[in-house]
Every structure is written in structure tokens, then in C-alpha cells.
């Protein structure tokens, strides 16, 4: 079993920036990747970002490209997501996941393990 644990939303205003971390713990595998999803009231879930643990590949949606930025300790089974540049449109409770074996990056039913969520809120 794994667990991960989201820390590192807030309220933050337009044009700013946050960190968000991940930790993973349990058993992990080299095959692993690890996202972000958000979602935002009324919405449905959606994909963000991911990075594979072994190689750090990593993929974005459209939405992220340029303004976020996901990375991995390795040392500390950690992902990050650095959101830079916020709009209120970003506003969400964002997700990590972990994906024992990923095969479509952004496909949300690829991922096995879920936290519970951090709340972005970003004022315009």
C-alpha cells in the first residue's frame, strides 16, 4: 500500500506563486509516476502535471505548460508542484496521485493511490 500526503496549499493572489509537496510513503516501485490533478467547484477532476520517478519524465496540460513546474526528491519520496504566475482560474483543491505503472499521463483512472487534497485559492 502507499500513502501520499498533499501539503502546501493557500490563498495567494494573482501573479503569485506556491509550492506544493507530495510525500509518498509504503511501498513504492521504480515504475512509478506521480501527478497532480486538480479540481475546481462544479468541475471535474483534471490532470495537471505527472513525472515518472525513475528517469523524471515529465508532462503537462496545457493548462500548466509555462506557468507550473513538477519535480521529485528522490531522497525524500517527495514531489513538487511550483505554480508560479497564478490565476484565479487555478483556484481548485488540488490532488496528488501515484500510478504504479503509468501508461497515459493524464488519464486519471491510470492512478491507484490518492490523497486527500489541498485547497488553492487565488484572488484576482
Known amino acids: 500500500q502507499v500513502q501520499v500526503v498533499e501539503s502546501g496549499g493557500g490563498l495567494v493572489q494573482a501573479g503569485g506563486s506556491l509550492r506544493l509537496s507530495c510525500a509518498a510513503s509504503g511501498r513504492t516501485f521504480s515504475s512509478f509516476a506521480m501527478a497532480w490533478f486538480r479540481q475546481a467547484p462544479g468541475k471535474e477532476r483534471e490532470f495537471v502535471a505527472t513525472i515518472r520517478w525513475s528517469g523524471g519524465s515529465t508532462y503537462y496540460a496545457d493548462s500548466a505548460k509555462g506557468r507550473f513546474t513538477i519535480s521529485r526528491d528522490e531522497a525524500k519520496n517527495t514531489v513538487y508542484l511550483q505554480m508560479n504566475s497564478l490565476k484565479p482560474e487555478d483556484t481548485a483543491v488540488y490532488y496528488c496521485?501515484?500510478?504504479?505503472?503509468?501508461?497515459?499521463?493524464?488519464?486519471?483512472?491510470?492512478?491507484?493511490?490518492w490523497g486527500q487534497g489541498t485547497q488553492v485559492t487565488v484572488s484576482s
Open positions: 496521485a501515484a500510478a504504479r505503472e503509468l501508461r497515459r499521463p493524464g488519464y486519471i483512472y491510470d492512478y491507484d493511490y
